[in-house]
């Protein structure tokens, strides 16, 4: 019996995921009707289906930052530019004067916190960038 | 909660936290799919980390009428079989599989459950392993056939036999195994 099925297991499977054409449909609802063999093997395929759609989904281990690379030499330069640009400013100014320049000197060009904030951005672009080299 | 594809936009545009927000929102599954089709929590780490990677610098080519998910998990199975060819040592990993996988979510889950799944993943893992990423991207993604066969590039009718093939072998084995 079981190996007069064996043929028609392909079949089977079809009709489960309801891949099967209409035609061959009623001939198989047929031996299903007076085969439990094929009854039995649909209700275990159908439990080995809610067992694979059952399995957890697992907490992912911490990415250290989303690996964000550029490969582009572009960033390279912006990113220079971000962090020597005022830092060449700076000593300019220092060199120009012999003294430290005072806060409003910088002003025009660049405020304080803007450059604290390129510096920043540029040292985490920096970070993701040698991340997703690695 | 953004839409996917308004957060893609805005990573083309440049905006770095846009993609970081899709990594946050995927990072779970993307793993978890990796963990399913590598059998090792280390692997399937390094297998997500490549797959943001390369979602990242290809999302200039992500057709955006095609979900975000589907282009992530299909690209993420890529990824996976990739991995597992330069692995030489699948067996170790096969029997490995149960031993390495972390920690189930919650703690109150009930131990003869979790025997089945560890079960389940050791056995998901003697099936040749395009097979294994077919069945996972269907029966635990629920991504269609058309879709499964565009990231396996194979025809349907092959995905369709890999699933009926698999879900035969997984069937008979847990009957030998449970009893
Ligand atoms: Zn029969």
Redesign the interface.
């Known amino acids: 019996m079981r190996d007069a099925c064996k043929p028609l297991e392909p079949l089977l499977h079809d009709y489960l995921e309801g891949w099967l054409a209409e035609s061959q449909r009623a001939s198989l609802l047929r031996h299903l009707q007076r085969c439990a063999a094929c009854r039995e093997k649909l209700r275990a395929w159908e439990q080995v289906g809610l067992a694979l759609r059952a399995l957890p989904r697992l907490p992912a281990p911490a990415l250290v930052r989303a690996p964000i690379a550029d490969p582009e030499p572009r960033v390279a330069l912006r990113l220079a530019l971000a962090l020597c640009l005022p830092a060449a400013m700076l000593v300019a100014a220092y060199i120009s004067h012999f003294q430290p320049p005072a806060l409003e000197q910088i002003a025009p060009y660049a405020p304080l916190h803007t450059l604290a904030e390129r510096a920043q951005e540029g040292l985490s672009l920096l970070w993701s960038w040698v991340r997703g080299m690695l | 909660m953004q839409d996917d594809a308004i957060l893609v936009e805005h990573s083309l545009r440049g905006d770095?936290r846009a993609?970081?927000t899709l990594?946050e929102r995927y990072?779970?599954?993307?793993?978890?799919l990796a963990?399913?089709i590598l059998g090792e929590?280390s692997a399937a780490?390094d297998a997500?980390?490549e797959s943001?990677?390369r979602a990242?610098?290809r999302l200039p080519l992500y057709d955006p009428k095609q979900p975000f998910s589907t282009w992530l998990l299909c690209l993420t199975a890529r990824v996976c079989l990739n991995a597992r060819r330069h692995q030489a040592t699948e067996q170790r990993h096969l029997e490995q599989a149960a031993k390495a996988m972390?920690p189930?979510?919650?703690i109150e889950?009930r131990l003869y459950e979790r025997e089945?799944?560890r079960t389940?993943?050791r056995l998901l893992m003697r099936l040749p392993a395009p097979q294994r990423a077919a069945?996972?991207l269907y029966?635990?993604e629920?991504l269609p056939?058309a879709e499964v066969a565009r990231a396996l590039e194979v025809p349907e009718g092959t995905v369709?036999?890999w699933?009926?093939r698999g879900?035969?072998s997984?069937?008979r084995w847990?009957?030998e195994e449970l009893g």
């Open positions: 770095t993609f970081d990594v990072r779970d599954r993307v793993f978890s963990f399913r929590a780490e997500m980390q943001f990677l990242y610098t972390p189930a979510p919650s889950e089945q799944r389940l993943q069945m996972l029966y635990y629920e056939v369709k036999t699933l009926y879900r035969e997984l069937r847990l009957e």
